[in-house]
């Protein structure tokens, strides 16, 4: 079993930034792709973006691209999720979750999940 805790969520102003991190208890974190989810209230949950085990790839919702930045620091296991130029629209819990198999953009493709944390963006 992993557990994966966010953190840095909170209340911003549209344009503004946050960045969120997750940390994972997994002892081969260096082995895992990890992604992060967003969802919104009465909204499917969506995919944000994936990166791979070694950092050196990754993926991106279009309603993201250019905004957000996905980093992986294996030395502290740990994912990051840069989110600059905030918009009203991005307000969710977002949650991190390890890939497991099947398509990225695929809540079901991932097995483990952190409980999420909440960002609101003002406008």
């Known amino acids: 079993q992993v557990q994966l805790v966010e953190s840095g969520g909170g209340l911003v102003q549209a344009g503004g930034s946050l960045r969120l991190s997750c940390v994972s208890s997994a002892r081969t974190f260096d082995s895992y792709a990890m992604g992060w989810f967003r969802q919104a209230p009465g909204k499917e949950r969506e995919f944000v973006a994936r990166?791979?085990?070694?950092?050196?790839?990754?993926l991106y919702a279009d309603r993201v691209k250019g905004r957000f930045t996905i980093s992986k620091d294996n030395a502290r296991n740990t994912v990051y999720l840069q989110m600059n130029r905030l918009k009203p629209e991005d307000t969710a819990v977002y949650y991190c979750a390890t890939y497991r198999h099947g398509t990225d953009y695929y809540a079901s493709s991932y097995e483990y999940w952190g409980r999420g944390t909440q960002v609101t963006v003002s406008s």
């Open positions: 990166i791979d085990w070694s950092g050196d790839d990754t």
